[in-house]
């Protein structure tokens, strides 16, 4: 798993060095940064942060709050509105759609494709697996499952 994940933050690295985004981003809390911009196309790293879009690995400490990420966004609790790769947290939240793997003690978000994996998981549409103590899953002809919900 950390290859992939290395690999994929290298090719998500070198072919966003020409966007106008910034490569790099230090976030001490929210909008406090330096870089002050709004996308970073390589490393957020931080305490707590609020970026739009990151293109690549958002790693803060308390809390990472990200409307768009392609990527990996780890932190104690995340927050995500499009999400297209890797979340892990204790706390995971995220208000439209994941297509990739989200981890952590709680997780919710309104559609997957993918994978939970986490004590509680709730959504409310998948295509994909939930694996944890208790599962829930709105949109499906078996709402709550323990240890494992799958929907496809």
């Known amino acids: 798993m950390r290859k992939i994940l290395l690999s994929v933050c290298v090719v998500v690295m070198f072919s966003c060095i020409s966007m106008a985004e910034a490569p790099f981003k230090l976030s001490l809390w929210e909008k406090t940064a330096l870089p002050s911009d709004d996308s970073v196309s390589v490393l957020e790293f931080g305490l707590g942060s609020d970026t739009p879009k990151v293109i690549g690995l958002a790693w803060n400490f308390i809390y990472g709050r990200t409307e768009n990420i392609i990527g990996a966004q780890v932190a104690i609790v995340n927050w ?3 999400l297209r790769g890797f979340e892990c947290g204790f706390v995971n939240f995220n208000e439209g ?3 990739g793997v989200q981890i952590g003690i709680f997780n919710k ?8 994996l986490g004590i509680v998981n709730k959504t ?9 103590i208790a599962n829930f899953i709105k949109n499906s002809s078996i709402p709550f499952m323990v240890i494992l919900n799958a929907k496809f």
Do not use: E
Request: cysteine-free; proline content about 0%.
């Open 97 to 99: 759609h994941i297509a």
């Open 109 to 116: 978000s309104k559609s997957v494709k993918g994978l939970q």
């Open 124 to 132: 409310d549409d998948i295509y994909g697996v939930q694996l944890g």
């Open 80 to 82: 995500s509105k499009a």
